[in-house]
């Protein structure tokens, strides 16, 4: 999967590749291509949203992981990675085909360290829910992960001018991934996104209606609790893995057709299909995710 490499800080000479260059325009292809073209494009992408959490100072940090990449594309600056906490972010190239990544983080579970809280008060914010009181050690620049994330986005561009981006990331990190895609008018693949079209409202001139409907493509467990919130709430695609496990939990938190988050069978189903690792193994799985919203044509509401 990862390869250990260290770091190139500095922009590094692209090399003579051949044409097309970039990411394609549209990612249709990832519904009704083949199996081989999802889990190539996919599965990179994946790789790259595990470091984000194991690369990056908090809860799911491993030593191991700091300076590693994914194969066939390098770790370069910038880099966001606050150990005071704050929008966490690493950006990949793969020199030969002259595309670029940023991925996001996205929360840390743990509100017992800095990393949990300061995540946690970003999220509230996004929400325009009340702030927890740890929220004060914070400033309101840290706390503004969209500013930080178009402000890396930014960044990346400037320092490897001749890269084509895509965003990506899951769930708080899928919800940064897709706000700077669309405002920078960049290709985008999420894992498990939450609502995008508030953010989209409430921070950006952005009209979701003159968004591509397949620059955007946001992947789900069908059983994620996130993604009965985000339907209708996207700016693009969706697809989910269906025929998952029965999750009883999931079934009595969808019930009455709201998410409760606090409820104890929504925290129950949310652990068990939200979570990062969990997709990772629909991965492994080699099943393919189905885009029923592809046909029908309704994914936002606005």
Known sequence: MAARIWLCWLPCGLAKIGWPLGWPTSLEFLSKGSDAEFFEFVNPLADMTELSYTATWGTYYKPSAQNQSVEGWRRMWPEANPVEGGM???TFVQ?????????FRGTDLDSSGTSGQADACANAELAHAPLPGY?????SFQLDYVSRALDIARKAAEV??????LYTGHS??????????????A??????APAVLPVLRDRTA?????LPFWKSLSLYNELDPLRFQALGQLP???CSWVNQPDVPSCDVCELHGKIDEGSPECKQCFYKTHILKSYLALLRSGQRPVCPDAELGDYLVV
Request: overall charge neutral.
């Open 135 to 139: 929220c004060n050690q914070f400033t």
């Open 206 to 210: 952005v009209d979701p209606h003159q």
């Open 172 to 185: 708080l990190g899928a919800e940064l991934a897709n706000v700077v895609g669309a405002v920078r008018g």
């Open 95 to 103: 020199e030969r085909s002259g595309r670029g990544v940023v991925v």
């Open 160 to 165: 490897h001018p001749t890269v084509e981006w």
């Open 236 to 238: 693009g695609a969706n």
């Open 187 to 192: 290709a985008v693949l999420g894992f498990a």
């Open 88 to 90: 966490r972010a690493l």
